[in-house]
């Protein structure tokens, strides 16, 4: 089992930062990567940003350049979001495997 807690989501203007942060716990020796998605209103859920337990990261076109995810080589993986846009509004989750977390509301106002 692998718990996942996100934090760090919020109100932001348009142009502004915030730092997501996913805390894993449980056996998280088995974690080879986490993902960050998100979820806006009626829309389906999308892969945002990747990161492998050896750093390697990916990056959805959409945030390419503006998001960097990141990890403390322990149990937590960041999302610095950077330039944010109204159409960044969303819940955020983390995952991996089959575990999610509930997730963080980032609000992007224009």
């Known amino acids: 089992q692998v718990q996942l807690v996100e934090s760090g989501g919020g109100l932001v203007q348009a142009g502004g930062s915030l730092r997501l942060s996913c805390v894993a716990s449980?056996?998280?020796?088995?974690?080879?990567?986490i993902d960050w998605y998100r979820q806006a209103p009626g829309k389906q859920r999308e892969l945002v940003a990747t990161i492998t337990r050896g750093g390697t990261t990916v990056y959805a076109e959409s945030v390419r350049g503006r998001f960097t995810i990141s990890n403390n080589a322990k149990n937590t993986v960041y999302l610095q979001m950077n330039g944010l846009k109204p159409e960044d509004t969303a819940v955020y989750y983390c995952?991996?495997?089959?575990?999610w977390g509930q997730g963080t509301q980032v609000t992007v106002s224009s």
């Open positions: 449980g056996f998280i020796s088995n974690i080879n990567l």
């Open positions: 995952r991996t495997a089959n575990y």
